[in-house]
């Protein structure tokens, strides 16, 4: 529980990060991290769109400025975007000046003002500075699609177990998570559908 949601001294060290929105309303917000890229995007955008579902994909500037077109079907569905750096670095190797800048680049091409670092971590020094121009949207519930101990069965228990009320969940449109998601993602728009879950994007 400790990956899936995160414990109460993160959000405590970014307080000012979207963690969970209003509980009290019956709804959630998917998010997608990493992409786009040719082996999932296609499928995760078919699956968003056979549901009637938008969602919001943060997006690795080094692969959008790979494919363009990609990041413009996410657009032309009418998906939102978020910043998650020009190629996905870890926060804490890297100088406020350097993940920055990191950021900026990525910028030029994603056009966003939401952010999510990668790993989920960032020093406090970046998450102040960046929290400048940007609203840090974090997690509620991660699926762990992206694990190799975790089956595409794993990654549903995990929506099933762990979404609630505003629950921002995350998934990953990536190489490692795309073989489960080709399960995993249908069922879990069915069951929260099923459930009477709302779909939102961010403000």
């Known amino acids: 529980m400790f990956i899936e949601q995160p414990a109460k001294f993160l959000r405590w060290l970014y307080p000012r990060a979207l963690?969970?929105?209003?509980?009290?309303?019956?709804?959630?917000?998917?998010?997608?991290?990493?992409?786009?890229?040719?082996?999932?995007?296609?499928?995760?955008?078919?699956?968003?769109?056979?549901?009637?579902?938008?969602?919001?994909?943060?997006?690795?500037?080094?692969?959008?400025?790979?494919?363009?077109?990609?990041?413009?079907?996410?657009?032309?569905a009418g998906h939102q975007v978020g910043n998650h750096t020009y190629n996905h670095i870890g926060s804490l190797r890297h100088s406020i000046r350097?993940?920055?800048?990191?950021?900026?680049?990525?910028?030029?091409?994603?056009?966003?003002?939401?952010?999510?670092?990668?790993?989920?971590?960032?020093?406090?020094?970046?998450y102040a500075w960046l929290g400048r121009k940007f609203k840090i949207v974090m997690w509620d519930l991660v699926t762990r699609d992206y694990s190799k101990w975790m089956t595409a069965e794993d990654v549903l228990k995990n929506v099933k177990r762990y979404a609630r009320n505003g629950s921002i969940i995350t998934f990953h449109d990536s190489l490692k998570s795309i073989k489960k998601l080709h399960y995993a993602l249908p069922e879990s728009l069915k069951w929260l559908k099923e459930q009477g879950y709302e779909f939102k994007t961010f403000d």
Do not use: C
């Open 19 to 76: 963690w969970r929105m209003d509980k009290h309303e019956h709804s959630v917000y998917l998010t997608f991290d990493d992409g786009p890229i040719p082996e999932s995007t296609p499928f995760i955008l078919k699956t968003l769109e056979e549901y009637g579902v938008k969602a919001t994909f943060f997006m690795v500037g080094e692969n959008v400025k790979r494919y363009p077109e990609l990041y413009q079907q996410i657009i032309n």
């Open 98 to 126: 350097k993940y920055s800048y990191n950021t900026e680049k990525a910028n030029t091409l994603i056009h966003s003002h939401l952010f999510r670092p990668p790993h989920g971590w960032m020093k406090l020094s970046q």
